[in-house]
């Protein structure tokens, strides 16, 4: 079978940063800000590691990336690549007068995969707009420890893979 890539997104997808404490413990503080993981991480690691190639793309700062893929990935999960800010395509939201950063499939495409046997994990469906097709939305993490989202991925991820009609990968 040809290898299969899952490229994470980090903010609100795989963790929380805050600037103010919640109720309960963070798993780490990073720049100021508190750092919570994404409740059963490890578990949905665990099951779609020896499945999947395994890789991040996040568009914040290279050390607040390197900070959480060590925390989360540590040396138990080893990354295809773990890109930051600079990876990601900047442009001009007209709407908020911002900047955007965008994560293009077309630069993973020279880490020897094919658009087809790649699917990006994200939050945000802004940041993937390039590539609605590959794409598995997940609800924004903002802290709930009682968020289960991550337990589903496994299953979402291997239909995913097997379903090639637009849109389809998004409709869960
Ligand atoms: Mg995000």
Request: net charge neutral.
């Amino acid at each position: 079978m040809q290898p299969r890539l899952v490229i994470f997104d980090l903010d609100e997808t795989l963790v929380h940063a805050a600037a103010a404490r919640l109720a309960h413990a963070p798993d780490f503080e990073f720049g100021g800000h508190f750092v919570y993981l994404r409740p059963h991480l490890q578990t949905m690691l665990e099951a779609i590691w020896p499945e999947f190639d395994v890789a991040v793309w996040s568009s914040a700062s290279r050390p607040y990336v390197d900070a959480v893929v060590w925390h989360v990935f540590g040396k138990r999960v080893p990354l295809k690549f773990a890109w930051a800010i600079e990876r990601c395509v900047q442009r001009v939201d007209i709407r908020t007068n911002s900047y955007v950063y965008l994560k293009d499939l077309r630069k993973v495409q020279g880490q020897g995969y094919r658009l087809e046997q790649i699917l990006m994990v994200d939050d945000s469906p802004d940041k993937v707009a390039r590539q609605p097709r590959d794409h598995i939305q997940v609800v924004p993490f903002v802290g709930d420890p009682g968020d289960r989202a991550l337990l589903e991925l496994p299953a979402r991820l291997a239909h995913a893979f097997t379903t090639t009609s637009t849109g389809a990968r998004s409709e869960f």
